[in-house]
Structures are given as structure tokens and as C-alpha cells.
């Protein structure tokens, strides 16, 4: 069985056919600044010794960005394939599935209204997901369709933690609560924790914390989100590259009133302006630890911020939940900045988090164990992979 997996977004492409006789990425390839003068589309073959091609002619649209794809899979030079009916099945990442969907879902045209119907939950989001899922049915007319979305894995978080005190009735109306996203990376890590540590995923409490660009921590008790840091949007929460995280809510009409923002105004500043960016002016974590080290007063200022906010929600989630197994670092960040994982573990012993700073600093890339052999908590570093966990539940939900 060979699947395609699909991350469309407004203006690219992301993409990784696997074949799931051993769940092998055959080819892999991202598509950038798609209506754009120039384009930039980076293909690798991986069964050619990680052939490398890389395209710059402008791509006008996403159907002529996936035709190009379709071509490069197929040719015999840079192709895994000798036709495109040779895929399976196609899995799409859908970032937000509201209250309608709370699993892996074959995609028909009424789950693409319901999709639709979810834009105003994300909106910069959701409509490029679209695009991708309509363009896949007219190319790959023979595959089946499946959406996987951000937001099922949280799904099991309770009322008590996923309404907010808010009128009840812009819940009912509105279907404003917490959502939380990262759900596909924070399932895959926490099963792969559960394997790690030989216990079933059913009896297992993580609190696993993704760190990239984006960041996200969620509470998991018996196998099950309880609780996790992003809210209705992926804004709320953790210090970002470019996102507030939490931030006084009266902020924004603060600004309004008192400034010439709108809205519009406000709402970019908190998504592309704030976070580490808005403290220091620079939203990579290697560029900002070097800064720090070097005696940039900003950078270690964004630096402690981004790190004491993470303690924060690592403490509370230890409050709720009545045992914790281990605690996870994954994503970017959180998978290679041994220096990162250093400073949210520090003086957490009071915790039962005592961090081994050798194993921390091992070239070691699988996942593996980092904790102190005195720690009462595992400390865990496990690369996510969403890929292959949409992959994966691709072959599950149509077999």
C-alpha cells in the first residue's frame, strides 16, 4: 500500500509518499511560494541515496503545484512510480476539525462542507487544507481521501478545562472553547513514550511538550489529552517565535483605545510580531541562545521568559495529573536544543525531574532517556514524526 501524505498550505505543499508494507518514506518534497514570480520546490528521492532536485520556475496555483508533483513521482529519473494510480490513499493534515470531528475521517462531500463550515476557527489555515483535499480528488481520482485533523486529540479534555468562563451561550452558539492543537505530534510522541517506557498507552501519564516555531504542552493521563496550552486558536499558551502565548485579554482593547490599531492591527501584532520576535527581534532559538551567550540583554531577557513560561504549564500539569510517568521534549526546539531542555529541567527536583546533562548532550537522534538515574520522573526526548502518524491512521481508518 503506498500513501500519500499532504500539509497544503496558502502558498505551499508539503508532502511524503510512503510505502506502508514498512512504513518507508519512498519520496519526500516541499513546494513554496506557490503564485509567486519565483518558485522554490525541493524533491527528494530517498530509495536514490537521497537524490536531491530542486526547481525555481513559479508555480501559479495549487493544482499546477500538484501536477508538478504528480510528474516528479512519476518520472524515471526523479519518480518512485510509474503512475499515479499507483497511490493508495491520500492523507491530508487538517488543521482544525471543531466539535464535528474527533478522529481520522474518509472524506466525502459533506465532511468537506462541515471543513468549510470550520474556516472561521481558521481561518489562514483551513481554506488552504480545502484547496489541497479538492485538488487531490481531481488528480488522484482512484485514491481514497482522508482527513486528519490537529484538534482530534484533544477532543478528550474536559469540560472543566476546555470551556472557558465565559456566557455559556457563546459556547452553544459560537463553539467558542479550547481546542488545542499539535494533537497528531502530541498522539505520536506519547505512543512512542508508551513504548519506550514497555507500558500500554492506556496506563500511561505524560506531559509532553512541543517546541518549534509554534509550541504547545498537553497533560496526558491514561493515554488521553486532558489538558494542553493552546486554546480556541493556536495563540494561547506558550511563548512563541512569533505568537504572545497568554497574554491579559484586556490588552487588546487596551491598544485600540489608546493607539491607531484596529483589530486587524492587534490581531498580527500577537501572531507575527510577538513571542520571541517581539521581545528580542529574532524568532530562531540558535540565534537567540548565541545572542544570550554573547551578553545580548534581549535575547537572555526572551530567553528566560520562553523558558519560565514552559516551568509554568509543566507545573500545573503535574497538579492535575495524580502521577507523571515522564515528561517528552519534541519538535524542533524541543528535539535538538540541548541547551533548552538544560534550563526548563533545572531546579524542577522539588518535581522528581533531575536531568542527566551527559545523556542531555548524546548525539543519540532515536528516542531515548536523558533523566538522572536519581530522578522519580523519565525524561524523554522523542523526534515527532506527523507524517507518519497521519499515515498511519490513513491505512487504519481504510483498512
Known amino acids: 500500500m503506498k500513501i500519500l501524505v499532504i500539509n497544503t498550505g496558502s502558498s505551499s505543499i508539503k508532502y511524503q509518499l510512503f510505502s506502508m508494507d514498512n512504513n518507508r518514506v519512498l519520496a519526500a518534497g516541499n513546494l513554496e511560494k506557490i503564485g509567486e514570480p519565483e518558485g522554490l520546490h525541493t524533491h527528494e528521492v530517498l530509495d536514490k541515496g537521497e537524490q536531491k532536485t530542486v526547481l525555481y520556475d513559479p508555480v501559479q496555483d495549487h493544482e499546477t503545484g500538484m501536477n508538478r508533483i504528480?510528474?516528479?513521482?512519476?518520472?524515471?529519473?526523479?519518480?518512485?512510480l510509474k503512475d499515479k494510480s499507483e497511490v493508495d490513499a491520500v492523507g491530508h493534515r487538517v488543521v482544525h476539525g471543531g466539535e464535528a470531528f474527533k478522529a481520522p475521517t474518509l472524506i466525502d462531500q459533506a465532511v468537506l462542507e462541515a471543513i468549510k463550515e470550520n474556516i472561521p476557527l481558521a481561518p489562514l489555515h483551513n481554506p488552504a487544507n480545502i484547496v489541497g483535499i479538492e485538488t487531490s480528488q481531481k488528480i488522484f481520482t482512484d485514491a481514497v481521501q482522508v482527513a486528519v485533523f490537529d484538534t482530534a486529540f484533544h477532543h478528550t479534555i474536559p469540560p472543566k478545562a476546555h470551556l472557558y468562563a465565559l456566557p455559556y451561550e457563546l459556547y452553544t452558539s459560537m463553539k467558542i472553547r479550547r481546542y488545542g492543537f499539535h494533537g497528531t505530534s502530541h498522539h505520536y510522541v506519547a505512543q512512542t513514550a508508551a513504548d519506550l517506557l514497555s507500558?500500554?498507552?492506556?496506563s500511561t501519564n505524560l506531559i509532553t511538550i512541543h517546541l518549534g516555531n509554534g509550541g504547545s504542552i498537553t497533560a496526558i493521563e491514561k493515554g488521553k489529552s486532558i489538558d494542553t496550552s493552546m486554546g480556541m486558536t493556536p495563540l494561547e499558551g506558550l511563548i512563541m517565535g512569533t505568537r504572545s502565548g497568554d497574554v491579559d485579554p484586556a490588552i487588546h482593547s487596551y491598544l485600540i483605545r489608546n493607539s491607531d490599531m484596529n483589530i486587524e492591527d492587534v490581531d498580527a501584532v500577537l501572531n507575527k510580531n510577538s513571542g520571541l520576535k517581539g521581545i528580542c527581534g529574532r524568532n530562531d532559538m540558535r540565534e537567540i541562545l548565541t545572542a544570550a551567550k554573547n551578553g545580548d540583554g534581549k535575547a537572555?531577557?526572551?530567553?528566560d521568559m520562553y523558558v519560565y513560561r514552559i516551568k509554568k504549564y509543566i507545573g500545573a500539569y503535574f497538579a492535575i495529573l495524580t502521577t507523571v510517568d515522564a515528561i517528552?521534549?519534541?519538535?524542533g526546539i524541543g528535539e535538538h536544543s540541548t541547551d533548552i531542555r538544560e534550563y526548563v529541567c533545572d531546579n524542577l527536583q522539588n518535581l522528581g525531574l533531575i536531568l542527566d546533562k551527559t545523556r542531555n548532550v548524546s548525539v543519540e537522534k532515536g528516542p531515548r532517556q536523558i533523566q538522572s538515574d536519581l530522578s522519580k520522573t523519565k525524561i524523554l526526548v522523542i523526534p515527532t514524526n506527523?507524517?507518519?502518524?497521519?499515515?498511519?491512521e490513513t491505512k487504519k481508518l481504510i483498512e
Open 199 to 202: 507500558k500500554p498507552l492506556e
Open 328 to 331: 517528552v521534549f519534541t519538535a
Open 386 to 392: 506527523e507524517e507518519l502518524k497521519i499515515a498511519l
Open 70 to 80: 504528480v510528474s516528479l513521482l512519476t518520472d524515471a529519473e526523479t519518480g518512485v
Open 300 to 303: 537572555k531577557t526572551a530567553l
